[in-house]
T-cell receptor, first 112, second 109 residues
Framework: DTGVSQDPRHKITKRGQNVTFRCDPI?????LYWYRQTLGQGPEFLTY????????KSRLLSDRFSAERPKGSFSTLEIQRTEQGDSAMYLC??????????FGPGTRLTVT | DAKTTQPNSMESNEEEPVHLPCNHS???????IHWYRQLPSQGPEYVIH???SNVNNRMASLAIAEDRKSSTLILHRATLRDAAVYYC??????????FGPGTRLSVLP
């Protein structure tokens, strides 16, 4: 257990539905990252926050994806109008500046 | 972004040393070389990192080439629990987030 928690661990949804995932970072970490991982691939960067500010977004983050980190603590990642191609593991990580990232266990999304 | 290349898979016998190579020829001078590993059904976990000098910690050693275009993660005595996918990445402390497909390490009893 790294201290980063994600909820839910598994989510099955029908195509076209909206889903929201939550990440609780290690409390003293002010950086929070979201990644997506598909089978056989390494994590792909989606976005990251420093405190409540979203500082970078990948081109993978289409307009159906939105992430927030109100008050610089937990973060949510929402996917609207899910598609089958969104099926993946969604990973959250946190860090202090200039230190390594600690990953959560991930949320596995299956879109049917 | 620093692009890394690693062998798709490697095999080792239990209790033997394992050397996992990584090429990162496009790494910048300020990018640290990080290694993470991912056990089945878990998120990646940090293993080790370094900039120029070789590094040791309780999990592994990291040997960095003098030109910094490659590095080698060394597990001194592989155990069955070391079976995982190992990723190397250039990481300017959160400014560089590129993971390749990694090396799947199998450890044979």
């Amino acid at each position: 257990d790294t201290g980063v928690s994600q909820d839910p661990r598994h989510k099955i949804t029908k195509r076209g539905q909206n889903v929201t995932f939550r990440c609780d970072p290690i409390s003293e970490h002010n950086r929070l990252y979201w990644y997506r991982q598909t089978l056989g691939q390494g994590p792909e960067f989606l976005t990251y926050f420093q405190n409540e500010a979203q500082l970078e977004k990948s081109r993978l983050l289409s307009d159906r994806f939105s992430a927030e980190r109100p008050k610089g603590s937990f973060s949510t990642l929402e996917i609207q109008r899910t598609e089958q191609g969104d099926s993946a593991m969604y990973l959250c990580a946190s860090s202090s500046p200039f230190t390594v990232q600690y990953f959560g266990p991930g949320t596995r999304l299956t879109v049917t | 972004d620093a692009k890394t290349t690693q062998p798709n898979s490697m095999e080792s016998n239990e209790e033997e040393p394992v050397h996992l190579p990584c090429n990162h020829s496009t790494i910048s001078g300020t990018d640290y070389i990080h290694w993470y590993r991912q056990l089945p059904s878990q998120g990646p976990e940090y293993v080790i990192h370094g900039l120029t000098s070789n590094v040791n910690n309780r999990m592994a050693s990291l040997a960095i080439a003098e030109d910094r275009k490659s590095s080698t993660l060394i597990l001194h005595r592989a155990t069955l629990r070391d079976a995982a996918v190992y990723y190397c990445t250039g990481d300017n402390y959160g400014q560089n987030f590129v993971f390749g497909p990694g090396t799947r390490l199998s450890v044979l009893p």
